[in-house]
């Protein structure tokens, strides 16, 4: 069965830094890998997605993720972050190719600071 | 706006009740995805509607069930309710059928089983 592991349930960085969430997945074939972010009393957002094109990923708002088979990581990047940009993210992983399931990491909350 | 609309926003209700949770999609849109967040499980798959039929099925409780009507509207219907079914349920539409669509989720409809 897929899963994801996202390492870290909070990461605390100063406004302008780098962003680094980490997620591995487990995937027994080549996998749909998306990233959401969570604003508080929001739904989740789509931030990027690999679909087995290109291997670095950008999406909104700046952020980018790299697709490393060998390492079976998907870690999202930004170079630096913006207040705006606390809130909840989460990796997550096509269950197959017929469904639009989704398994979802347990999040990570990212706290910017001034 | 992601434009799926869910209602109620919250719900308070007793244990042992009956309660129902409604789902617009995005029009156009014909799969529907119903995913509970908690804290102690996180965000967990329940069940995934295409144009009306049952497509994949998750960890939902017998004491749950869905369905997808002709105008592709959902209901998540939640009985014989218990404490810790207290959580966040999200509705999500796409367009097709699998991941490769991206799903829009909406803002969530809040449950406190008291």
């Known amino acids: 069965a897929q899963s994801v592991t996202q390492l870290g349930s909070h990461v605390s960085v100063s406004e302008g830094a780098l962003v680094l969430l980490r997620c591995n997945y487990s995937?027994?074939?080549?996998?749909?890998l998306f990233w959401y972010v969570q604003y508080p009393n929001q739904g989740l957002q789509l931030l990027l997605k690999y679909t087995s094109a290109a291997t670095l990923v950008k999406g909104i708002n700046g952020f980018e993720a790299e697709f490393k088979k060998s390492e079976t990581s998907f870690h999202l990047t930004k170079p630096s972050a913006h207040m705006s940009d606390a809130a909840e993210y989460f990796c997550a992983v096509s269950d197959n190719g017929n469904t639009g399931k989704l398994i979802f990491g347990q999040g990570t909350t990212l706290q910017v600071k001034p | 706006d992601s434009g799926v609309t869910q209602t109620p926003k919250h719900l308070i209700t007793a244990t042992g009740q009956r309660v129902t949770l409604r789902c617009s999609p995005r029009s156009g849109d014909l799969s529907v995805y119903w995913y509970q967040q908690s804290l102690d499980q996180g965000l967990q798959f329940l069940i995934q509607?295409?144009?009306?039929?049952?497509?994949a099925k998750g960890n939902i409780l017998e004491r749950f069930s869905a369905q997808q009507f002709p105008d592709l509207h959902s209901e998540l219907n939640l009985s014989s309710l218990e404490l810790g079914d207290s959580a966040l349920y999200f509705c999500?539409?796409?367009?097709?059928?699998?991941?490769?669509?991206?799903?829009?989720f909406g803002q969530g409809t809040r449950l406190t089983v008291v």
């Open positions: 509607y295409y144009n009306g039929e049952e497509r």
């Open positions: 995937s027994s074939v080549p996998p749909y």
């Open positions: 999500a539409s796409s367009v097709g059928v699998d991941s490769v669509t991206e799903a829009f």
